[in-house]
Antibody, heavy 128, light 108 residues
Framework: QVQLQESGPGLVKPSQTLSLTCTVSGASITSGNFFWTWIRQPAGKRPEWIGRIYTSGSTKYNPSLNGRVAISADSSMNQFSLTLTSVTAADTAVYYC????????????????????WGQGTMVTVSS | DIQMTQSPSSLSASVGDRVTVTCRAS???????LTWYRQKPGKAPELLIY???RLQSGVPSRFSGSGSGADYTLTISSLQPEDFATYYC?????????FGQGTKLEIK
């Protein structure tokens, strides 16, 4: 059974760097057709996709974060991490790590995806 | 970015009712690259449907998805107490992946 668990500080000061780690158990982050992702959700609002790292190590980020984000992986610890620089109050949210799983459709030749496994989420508040 | 718009934003219904939630993409055709999630208060979203109509493993058959092009629908055939939650659609046709604003399903 695959499980994800976020960890990191719950309070970050404005202009500083937010760092979170997601520990994966029950599966290796370097195998399979998975994208390991970060998603955040401000209180009462819709989720926002932050970015992803593939099993190969390639990354992709949401341009709305203006280059402030980086996602990396540590295969020895079976973890992947989020770094968000120059934070403001607008970065206050519940942060989730999630697995994006792909299913191949032989009829269309395309992949169908879904965030099938999520961590429980960790609340991060940006405040002085 | 592709904007996702759900309707209604909120809905009151009773146990046993059939309900439908719709989702429209700002792109003319997202080629069924659409998922649906249920989110209970204080919990992470749960995947219900991917590929517009494919039921995620372990999800009850009362959930179904349909649609094409820019317009998609989630139907719950007979509401159960655990279904009173917020539902989100999400497109994966193009990054950045984007979510709808949510539909809150409340008990009448």
């Amino acid at each position: 059974q695959v499980q994800l668990q976020e960890s990191g500080p719950g309070l970050v000061k404005p202009s500083q760097t937010l760092s979170l780690t997601c520990t994966v158990s029950g599966a290796s982050i370097t195998s399979g057709n998975f994208f390991w992702t970060w998603i955040r959700q401000p209180a009462g609002k819709r989720p926002e996709w932050i970015g992803r790292i593939y099993t190969s190590g390639s990354t992709k980020y949401n341009p709305s974060l203006n280059g402030r984000v980086a996602i990396s992986a540590d295969s020895s610890m079976n973890q992947f991490s989020l770094t968000l620089t120059s934070v403001t109050a607008a970065d206050t949210a519940v942060y989730y790590c999630a697995r994006l799983d792909g299913h191949y459709d032989a009829l269309t030749g395309d992949y169908d995806y879904g965030f099938d496994i999520w961590g429980q989420g960790t609340m991060v508040t940006v405040s002085s | 970015d592709i904007q996702m718009t759900q309707s209604p934003s909120s809905l009151s219904a009773s146990v046993g009712d059939r309900v439908t939630v719709t989702c429209r993409a700002s792109e003319e055709d997202i080629r069924n690259s659409l998922t649906w999630y249920r989110q209970k208060p204080g919990k992470a979203p749960e995947l219900l449907i991917y590929g517009a109509f494919r039921l995620q493993s372990g999800v009850p058959s009362r959930f179904s998805g349909s649609g094409s092009g820019a317009d998609y629908t989630l139907t719950i055939s007979s509401l159960q107490p655990e279904d009173f939650a917020t539902y989100y659609c999400q497109q994966y046709y193009r990054t950045p992946y984007t979510f709808g604003q949510g539909t809150k399903l409340e008990i009448k």
